[in-house]
């Protein structure tokens, strides 16, 4: 190793440090990254990533996108048993607008992917990249922090150890984080910690039992009297697959289950028999997880800081862990960019915990929630779940779960304070395309700041064009179409159902600029003849007056 001094230390190349290393070093920043494994962990673990993280991948793999395989879900559905997999009670499935799925041109709210393929890519694209120095199989063993940084590692072939230095460190060392503990991080839990059995499954769609046939897309089962609330996912989809033969099952495990003895081939077998045909199957992996719903009290600490799991750990639910991790990773990047090439002070790495807590707290009670209501088994819980059922599943109507999954906007503490009125409009907000086909707002260029303008964005473009390019804005035109106006640019027509329009008059309710964070983060809503407070607004978020 020629360079023992960085700009950045990354320690872990699990998918979130892999992430922030190529971000960085795209940033003309220099990084060392450091993984105490030699090869990335072989097994799925997160299998599902929503609109905004493949966004952020396609734009880091660049050449190599077209090898990441992954499919766009396109129904999940809930059900009260195994039995009744055809009757769900509920379903999350994105609209059909003009005899189009949604999103599903691109990539939509849930795509199934391959973690270990994923680390590979990134892998490859760190090997590629020539600004990152990636030291795997060396383990972190001390840290202090001085004028800068140091570390000191041990290559574990060798058992040589070196001590390097950088301006930043960044722990992104997964949910036992020496980073966190070194930085004296405590954690606080925001719920119980539970068990499940996760078992991958490799087989044919034929082995798939009669009555279990569906497109890419997952039930989730309560089996209230099973008493096995059980995930059961397809990741390929009937005409749009891309990664073959895969099913995931995630079984919660109950008080008395034996670990050790349902983990066996004959117990998984009968497990998934319900779902699919035994000889059929080949099964990849099973491993029991403890999920634990868990948040560092504080992210910073100098210029140390954590990212991904080493942050924050949440249930599965609504598959949101890496999701999570990334959107979050964005924002630390760009605000160690901005510092170190002296466009922000450096009181704008203090905002990284205070932008990213209050989201990355409610999608960890969000999922918590979502998983006490599907997953609960208590017998009043199951009384309302079937008069629920009876008044809508049953009927074939059953309750359009869409909309609770797909993430709310919100507020930062103190960001400037949108109305409440229109908090919720923009992630269910669809335009059409040029081509016609219906995408949602939520998956146009989510990792950038925006501006959202209603109808005309004249009168904000020449104060854009006076703020520095590195962090200009996004600036976004929306029309309701009514007068004929088709998509073209950045200048977005809404789809034309009722609820479309309906959702366009929410957004611009009382308002005619709504400016967005990147992911769902709302900053504020204005008035025409207040784009000069807009932009100043806009800049305090940079620390820039
Ligand atoms: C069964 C399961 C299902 C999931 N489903 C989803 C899903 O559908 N969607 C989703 O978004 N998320 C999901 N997740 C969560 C997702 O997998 C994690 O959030 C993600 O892997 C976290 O990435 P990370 O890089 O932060 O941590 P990790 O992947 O844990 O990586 C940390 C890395 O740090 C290295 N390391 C640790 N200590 C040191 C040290 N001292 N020195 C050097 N290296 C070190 C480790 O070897 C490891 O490679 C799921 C997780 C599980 C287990």
Redo the contacts with the bound molecule.
């Keep these: 190793m020629e360079n023992e001094e960085f700009d950045v230390i990354i320690?872990?190349?699990?998918?979130?440090?892999s992430i922030a290393s190529l971000l960085l070093s795209k940033k003309g920043l220099s990084v060392c990254l450091?993984?105490?494994?030699a090869t990335?962990?072989p097994f799925p673990?997160?299998?599902?990533?929503n609109g905004f993280?493949m966004g952020v991948i396609e734009e880091l793999l660049g050449e190599k996108w077209p090898d990441f395989d992954y499919t766009t879900a396109i129904e999940v559905g809930y059900v009260l048993g195994k039995d009744r997999m055809n009757e769900p009670f509920g379903k999350m499935q994105p609209p059909v607008i003009e005899g189009e799925i949604l999103d599903l041109d691109h990539y939509g709210f849930i795509n199934w992917f391959n973690?270990p393929q994923l680390e590979r890519l990134l892998r490859a694209k760190i090997d590629d990249d020539g600004g990152i120095e990636a030291l795997y199989g060396?383990?972190?063993?001390v840290l202090w922090e001085d004028e800068k940084n140091y570390i000191t590692?041990q290559n574990n072939s060798t058992g040589d150890t070196k001590t390097l230095s950088s301006d930043y460190l960044i722990g992104?060392?997964?949910?036992?984080?020496?980073v966190r503990k070194q930085m004296g991080s405590e954690l606080k839990s925001l719920g119980k910690s539970i068990h499940?059995l996760?078992v991958d499954i490799n087989a044919p769609r034929s082995a798939l039992q009669p009555g279990k046939e569906f497109d890419a897309g997952g039930h989730q089962i309560i089996d209230p009297d099973g008493k096995r609330p059980t995930t059961f996912l397809l990741c390929e989809g009937i005409n749009h697959g891309t990664y073959k033969n895969t099913f995931r099952f995630?079984f919660a495990l109950n008080k008395n289950d034996d670990h050790a003895k349902i983990q066996s081939p004959d117990s998984i077998k009968k497990l998934v028999s319900p779902y699919l045909v035994p000889d059929e199957i080949k099964i990849v992996r099973s491993?029991i997880?403890k999920?634990n719903s868990l948040i560092s009290k504080e992210w910073r600490k100098g210029n140390m800081f954590t990212?991904?799991?080493?942050t924050h750990?949440t249930s599965?639910f609504i598959?949101?862990?890496?999701?999570?991790?990334v959107r979050n990773t964005l924002n630390l990047v760009n605000k160690i960019d901005l510092v170190s090439k002296g466009v922000s002070e450096d009181r704008l790495l203090d905002r990284y915990q205070v932008e990213c807590f209050p989201d990355s707290e409610f999608i960890i009670k969000q999922s918590l929630f979502m998983g006490g209501l599907l997953f609960n088994v208590k017998p009043h819980i199951n009384l309302i779940r079937g008069i629920i059922h009876r008044l809508n599943g049953a009927r074939g109507k059953p309750i359009d779960l869409f909309p609770a999954f797909v993430p709310e906007t919100i507020t930062i503490p103190n960001g400037f304070k949108p109305k409440k009125s229109s908090q919720k409009g923009y992630p269910m907000y669809n335009y059409k395309t040029e081509e016609g086909l219906p995408r949602s707002l939520r998956t146009y260029n989510p990792t950038k700041y925006r501006i959202l303008c209603k109808d005309s964005s004249g009168d904000v473009d020449g104060l854009v064009q006076e703020i520095p390019a590195s962090i200009q804005p996004l600036v976004i035109s929306l029309s309701d179409g009514k007068n004929g106006k088709k998509t073209s640019g950045t200048s977005l027509v809404s789809c034309q159902r009722d609820e479309d329009l309906k959702m366009h008059q929410k957004l611009f309710k009382g308002v005619d600029y709504v400016l967005m964070a990147p992911g769902y983060t709302m900053l504020g809503t204005y008035t025409k003849g207040q784009e000069k407070n807009m932009i100043s607004d806009y800049l305090s978020m940079f620390c820039l007056v």
Excluded: C, M, W
Excluded at 307 to 310: E, M, R, S
């Design positions: 320690v872990g190349g699990g998918p979130i440090g450091i993984e105490k494994n990335p962990y673990r997160g299998i599902a990533l993280t973690q060396h383990e972190a063993l590692i992104a060392d997964g949910g036992g984080s020496f499940f996760i995630e491993t997880y999920f990212i991904g799991d080493a750990q599965p598959g949101q862990g890496l999701n999570l991790g």
